[in-house]
Structure formats: structure tokens, C-alpha cells
């Protein structure tokens, strides 16, 4: 258990700097009020992109949207189920998330996760990275994807408006070239668009 809460706390304090710094980051455009950059790093070819945007809600209550997996196909499309397999602790969880692929082509996904929260400085970071665990075996259907990076970054700014940054970096595996995958990449960062309808109803 503590190599899971590990992994989940190794990289949640480079979230805020993912999350609010441009260097590095290349912008891709404005959609839908969702402002995204992409990055590459050097010993990884699968891009990570980043969309932030300001939702008209307070920030524990957009955590408390992320992480309330039974509501989440409301806002995420592609999302079929999630379930929270172990608490680590009161801030550690290892959860399993199902995701329709967007092409009938392609098999669907699925991901095994460590999570961590965090608050700090008026801020709350929600990170996730992939794990291995018996608790979460292959599914018939699915294929396991890999996330190298995932998070959410929300910042109360006044009563009732946060800002909210949402970072990706997540291989799908398969036979997907990496090309695809970055090409599909730059739209993930556009469920922040709906989540904010979803909040702002």
C-alpha cells in the first residue's frame, strides 16, 4: 500500500507547476472557453496536453464532481463506469475506470489508478498514475491503457468562480500509432467544457 500512495504523491507537487506555468508548453487553441497547450517530453513520445478554464463553482465542489465516479458519464461521455477499489488512507485510493474508445474501431479502454489529494494554499490537486494490482485484473473487452500523468488543479478565486487546470499525459496502448494518439490527445482536455456545463446547469 505505501508503494501506491508513492506513486500517487511523486509527481502531485508538479502538478501546480503543469498546471500554471507556460514554458515548455506549446498553445493549441481556444475551444469551447477551454484554453490548451500541449508539451513533449524528451523520454516520452506520447504528448501530454493540459486545458484550463474558470468554472462558476466553489473548488470542493468541482473535486467533489471528479471524484463522484457514478455521475461522471453526465459530463464525460466516454466514460462508462468507475469503481473505487481500496481507500489507502482519508487522501489515497486505487480505483478502475472504463472509457468507450471514440472509434468503433478501436477496443475499448480501461485504467488502474492510484489517486492522491491534496490542499494546499488554498489550492486542491487530485493526481492520478497507473498501477498494477491484483485487485484490478485485465477485463475482457478493455485494454489497459497507461497513465504517465493525470490531474486536476483547482483554484478558488472568488466565492462561487474557480479556475480549474486538467492535465493528461496517457498512452492507450494497442496498435494505435503514437501520432493518432496525439492528434486524439488535443481534444481530451475538452471535457473541462463539459464539466463546467454540467456545474454551471
Not at 154 to 162: D, P, T
Request: aromatic share 8%; charged share 30%; glycine share 6%.
Amino acid at each position: 500500500e505505501a508503494d501506491f500512495i508513492a506513486a500517487a504523491d511523486e509527481t502531485i507537487d508538479d502538478l501546480i507547476g503543469l498546471s500554471t506555468k507556460d514554458d515548455g508548453w506549446t498553445f493549441v487553441g481556444e475551444e469551447k472557453g477551454v484554453r490548451i497547450h500541449k508539451t513533449h517530453s524528451e523520454d516520452n513520445p506520447v504528448v501530454m496536453v493540459r486545458g484550463v478554464t474558470t468554472i462558476k463553482a466553489n473548488a470542493e465542489d468541482i473535486l467533489k464532481c471528479t471524484e463522484t465516479l457514478d455521475e461522471r458519464n453526465k459530463w464525460d461521455e466516454m466514460f462508462i463506469k468507475g469503481t473505487y477499489l481500496k481507500d489507502l488512507d482519508d487522501s489515497h485510493q486505487i480505483l478502475h475506470l472504463q472509457f468507450k474508445s471514440p472509434s468503433f474501431m478501436v477496443t475499448n479502454r480501461d485504467m488502474c489508478l492510484a489517486r492522491a489529494v491534496k490542499r494546499t494554499d488554498g489550492i486542491i490537486l487530485s493526481n492520478h498514475v497507473s498501477v498494477e494490482t491484483d485487485l484490478c485484473p485485465e477485463a475482457k473487452g478493455f485494454v489497459r491503457a497507461q497513465v504517465y500523468a493525470s490531474g486536476f488543479y483547482i483554484k478558488q478565486e472568488a466565492e462561487g468562480e474557480s479556475t480549474i487546470a486538467y492535465v493528461i499525459q496517457l498512452d492507450p496502448k494497442g496498435w494505435i500509432p503514437t501520432a493518432i494518439v496525439n492528434l486524439v490527445a488535443k481534444k481530451q482536455p475538452l471535457v473541462l467544457a463539459k464539466l463546467r456545463k454540467y456545474l454551471e446547469k
